[in-house]
């Protein structure tokens, strides 16, 4: 059988990811990361065959595009290039617009750049990659993957907001959710680890990391997420807020903030960073915790309180529940945050299989918790993104 690998692009502001992946096994032939762009530390590296290599990237003024030619000359030296039939691009928001994988062309890709006042850190990065792409290999075809696409099932109770409809109709303000193609893998894998059908599966996706979003996935369809207009709604997450009072907003101005100040703490300097005031990563987190810091136990306790009552609200649209399936880079691996998830869950029966949770970890899944009054268990699903991306990327070939 012939392979058909699909070179995955994950463009962000200052960040390159990339992969080559099987799109039919799943497997990544190889991955890397170019990162720091702007500053003078901009490397570039990857991992193949187990062997790690880094490399700095010289052209500052134009990292993204140095770095997908760095990508290009890599792929000709380790003999990618007759087995590569596509380019897939990880693409942030998609609007009401895109509610599936499109391939891209010049029309395409002005409205992903059109698209970028609701995700402004994100849409403008996947551009520049997405040109960067498509000039180094023109022949190839282009696919955009959206991260909202998944959730564009919502019903409209669920993505509107409670304010004039007209802003709606006018500026498309509602919830469109973030991290769709993690919720979609997930959702899908979670009905396989169970033995059902996906079409007649509940499950509620938690995807933990940075960026941490919930999702309710009944027979294979998203009917709400906790993500909002952009990805600052919905949990605590590393340095974003979460929902917050908007009041919040205008009363920091009225004390003298800059509206740029407010925004730069929302996204940047709260979450995890902001209550801690020690560190946005879950791991620093626990060891500050486990040595005795107030600040950081508060912000453990803070994160796995809206954790499970998110995930316990979400039982509102099903009318059963066969699984919680945790995910992402935290509930992967965070065994502390996980116990404490299933803890506070414990009004609705589960209780935590303890060897479970301990050998859920590092790219392990597995059963974690039960509870017999749901007939509901939770699990560990380690995420595959960039395999969506590549399927959905082949399959519009």
């Known amino acids: 059988m012939v392979s058909k690998n699909v070179l995955v692009i994950n463009s962000g502001s200052s960040s390159l990811k990339f992969a080559v992946i099987d799109s039919q096994s799943g497997d990544a032939l190889i991955s890397g990361l170019g990162e720091c762009f702007g500053l003078p530390e901009a490397v570039i590296g990857w991992k ?17 595009q140095a770095a997908v030619s760095r990508v290009v000359k890599l792929m000709e030296e380790l003999g990618f290039c007759d087995s590569i039939v596509a380019v ?10 895109f509610d599936s994988a499109v391939r891209i062309d010049d029309e395409i890709l002005k409205e992903i750049e059109d698209l970028s006042e609701l995700a402004p850190l994100h849409n403008p990065a996947g551009a520049k990659g997405i040109r960067a792409a498509m000039s180094a290999y023109p022949s190839l075809p282009q696919f955009a993957v959206f991260d909202t696409a998944f959730h564009q099932t919502m019903p409209e109770k669920a993505f509107i ?5 007209e802003l709606y109709e006018k500026y498309g303000i509602r919830r469109y959710g973030a991290h769709g193609t993690s919720h979609y893998f997930v959702s899908r894998e979670a009905a396989k680890m169970i033995g059902k059908k996906v079409e ?14 919930v999702a309710v996935v009944e027979n294979g369809i998203c009917l709400d997420t906790s993500m909002g207009f952009t990805p600052l709604a919905g949990l605590m997450m590393g340095t974003r807020c979460g929902d917050i009072d908007p009041i919040v907003i205008e009363f920091l101005i009225k004390k ?11 996204n940047k300097k709260s979450g995890f ?6 560190t946005s990563d879950v791991r620093g987190i ?14 453990f306790d803070v994160f796995t309180y809206r954790v499970a009552k998110y995930i316990a609200s979400y039982l509102a649209p099903l009318s059963s529940l066969d699984a919680i399936a945790f995910t992402g880079g935290i509930g992967e691996n965070s065994l502390d945050v996980r116990r404490e998830v299933i803890k506070n869950l414990s009004i609705l029966g589960f209780e935590e299989d303890v ?12 059963q974690i918790a039960e509870s017999k009054m749901l007939g509901a268990k939770a699990v560990v699903i380690p995420t595959n993104e960039e395999f969506v991306i590549a399927q959905q990327s082949v399959a519009l070939l």
Not at 48 to 64: C, R, T, Y
Not at 256 to 266: N, S
Not at 273 to 278: H, N, P, Q
């Open 48 to 64: 193949f065959n187990g062997e790690k290599v880094q490399e700095a990237i010289s052209d500052l003024e134009n990292p993204h």
């Open 200 to 213: 007649e599966t509940s499950v509620i996706t938690v995807h933990l990391g940075n960026g941490a979003s």
């Open 256 to 266: 003298g903030w800059a509206r740029e100040d407010v925004f730069e703490m929302l």
């Open 88 to 97: 897939g691009h990880r693409i942030v928001h998609g609007g009401e617009k």
């Open 286 to 299: 626990v060891e500050a915790m486990n040595e005795g810091n107030k600040g950081a136990k508060l912000a």
């Open 161 to 165: 907001y409670a304010v004039p409809y």
């Open 355 to 366: 060897a479970g949770n301990e050998a859920a970890r590092f790219g392990a899944s597995g």
């Open 273 to 278: 960073l902001g209550i801690s005031e020690i």
